[in-house]
């Protein structure tokens, strides 16, 4: 019998079922279903895996560092990282006597970049050793927003993002 | 009375909006391509060629995006309505469209809806083209504290509602326990998987730099448009014949009652993901390099979109009629999914290279999920959902800091 057609039928009984997962007759599950769970059980580990994978790829690459002069809008919501100076005091706006933002103006010899902390996140920040004050030189990775005004913020998200930088003697 | 340049403005605006409704209209030919992928390619275009030059981002592409958003919503409904089949979820209870396009009133259905879309963009031009406008606001203020838990409401009723569909009687025990959380266990799977994604890809994402602006355009190819054309290569679908002329039966109680739902159902986006009417949809796109600047920029796009939705209508009629001959000559033939691999394939090397490719990737296997299991796509929407839930109620960064991704 052609093979094709002795798979369309029902192993137990061996009625013509079709392609259906379970026989009406004889209620057994049919060839078709066994091919199509293992096709679906292989397919959910290969996508768990793929995904797996794509998450220790980003894990274990470091955050590209950049020149505040080659900010482009194009890199809008990127993950980045900006070394460089604090060029004037930080400002810390206050709502009802909570921190609602921190704000810092960043220089690397090529532009200036503003800095923004938000909420708990500043709060952590000022509350820490890892404040930066006017001249000191910080590490900060973040989100990058570039809107059409031109002016590029890079967001911290989280406290642990900014650090500063110990200079060493000259 | 215009002067001289502000004539040139006007002419300029109205011939943008036209030619975006053209582009739309070719675009809705290239199958399961969406315009969002279109709009992030010409983004950056306009960066790399226009730059900082505000006059033409201003005057040409906002125009020209708007003629392509209305365009495509309107010419969408031509393959949506004539050339789908009703996915796994819908076999046994089909949308109004498909019991229309079952019955061979495929036609009659594109009308009605373009009227519609007609009618929504009136209304829309009366909300915001008047001084109803002013309500928006102070409605977006009140609500703005709210937006995080219908968000997740939103997401419980979407994992909830997926429910046992194999429809098979089996005796108690395991076998009757799996059988129940099969389709609420894949499609859980993949909305965590597909947020899982989406948290890659708002934290961490692994696209070059200078991609970062279009950080999930491979995420949504691969969730929707890949497996779409794998499975239409899979399952060819036929649908009946479609007389391409009106019946005479009186619609205007289904029209009214589309354009009400519609109506009520656009208003309600504008305010319920909170993303919709400050920072969602195409501004997502061109916030990079275009900020609103005045009243003349608001009432230049209000222009822009009423253009198109008039030109759009009118073409709606003929251009129906070259689909229908087009897909009757290149029934059974490549055509369409050769042209869709070339434009996908262009689109990831042009935009977002190796990592790109390697993130479809991932999303298809995703996208497939649904379609294997026979469950819901709409889960996939977990790689926007699931991060902005989380973001909306302040967690966002404190779960990506756990994941490792900070």
Not at chain 1, 149 to 160: E, F, M, R, S, T
Not at chain 2, 197 to 214: D, E, K, N, T
Request: charged share 15%; with cysteine; net charge neutral.
């Amino acid at each position: 019998m052609n093979k094709e057609l002795a798979e369309l039928e029902c192993r137990s009984c061996g009625r013509y079922v079709g392609l259906v997962s379970r026989c009406p007759y004889c209620d057994a599950v049919t060839a078709v279903a066994v091919m199509q769970r293992r096709m679906k059980l292989l397919s959910l580990i290969l996508v768990v895996a793929g995904v797996g994978f794509l998450y220790l790829m980003t894990f274990s690459r470091d955050v590209q560092t950049l020149e505040i002069g080659d900010i482009r809008p194009v890199m809008n919501y990127a993950s980045a990282r900006v070394a460089g100076r604090v060029v004037r005091r930080p400002y810390i706006s206050r709502t009802d006597g909570n921190i609602s933002y921190l704000s810092l103006l960043v220089d690397d010899g090529t532009g200036l970049l503003r800095v923004l902390a938000r909420n708990d996140v500043a709060f952590e920040i000022v509350d820490g050793d890892n404040m930066p004050g006017k001249g000191d030189s910080i590490n900060v990775s973040g989100r990058l927003s570039v809107n059409g005004d031109g002016a590029p913020k890079l967001q911290v998200l989280v406290a642990g993002q900014i650090s500063k930088m110990v200079e060493e003697p000259k | 009375m215009l002067l001289g340049g502000e004539m040139l403005d006007v002419v300029v605006v109205i011939i943008f909006s036209v030619l975006g409704v053209l582009l739309a209209a070719l675009l809705v030919c290239v199958p399961r391509v969406h315009l969002y992928t279109l709009l992030g390619v010409l983004s950056l275009a306009t960066v790399s060629f226009a730059g900082d030059e505000r006059v033409v981002v201003q005057g040409v592409t906002l125009p020209l995006f708007a003629g392509l958003i209305v365009g495509y919503a309107v010419f969408n409904m031509i393959p949506s309505i004539l050339l789908s089949a009703a996915d796994e979820s819908a076999l046994l209870a089909p949308l109004p469209d498909e019991q229309s396009l079952i019955k061979g009133r495929g036609y009659k259905t594109l009308m009605l809806s373009a009227l519609g879309g007609l009618a929504g963009i009136l209304i829309l031009l009366i909300i915001f083209g008047f001084p109803l406008r002013y309500f928006l606001g102070f409605t977006l203020e009140v609500l703005s504290t709210h937006f995080h838990w219908i968000v997740w409401c939103m997401i419980c009723f979407m994992l909830m509602s997926e429910g046992a569909q194999s429809g098979i009687i089996v005796a108690g025990g395991w076998g009757k326990l799996f059988d129940a959380w099969q389709s609420t266990g894949v499609g859980l799977i993949t909305f965590l998987l597909s947020g899982f994604l989406g948290f890659i890809l708002f934290y961490a994402a692994p696209l070059p730099v200078v991609s970062s602006f279009q950080n999930f355009v491979p995420a949504l190819i691969g969730l929707f448009t890949v497996p779409s054309l794998i499975m239409s290569r899979i399952g060819r679908f036929e649908s009946s014949v479609q007389p391409y002329s009106l019946d005479s039966t009186d619609s205007s109680g289904v029209l009214l009652k589309g354009m009400v739902t519609g109506v009520v159902g656009g208003v309600m986006l504008l305010f319920l993901l909170g993303v919709a009417m400050i920072s969602g949809g195409a501004t997502t796109v061109i916030n990079g390099f275009y900020v609103p600047f005045a009243k003349h920029d608001y009432y230049m796009v209000l222009a822009a979109v009423s253009i198109a939705g008039a030109t759009a209508c009118l073409l709606l009629r003929p251009f129906t009629k070259v689909i229908f001959t087009f897909t009757d000559k290149s029934k059974g033939s490549g055509i369409p999914v050769a042209a869709c691999v070339v434009v996908l394939v262009v689109v990831i090397l042009v935009a977002t290279g190796g990592a790109g490719r390697l993130v479809v990737l991932a999303a298809t296997g995703i996208g497939l999920l649904p379609l294997l299991f026979g469950v819901r796509r709409v889960n996939c929407l977990g790689v926007i959902l699931l991060p902005s839930a989380c973001m909306m109620s302040g967690c966002g960064a404190t779960v990506a800091a756990w994941l490792g991704l900070l």
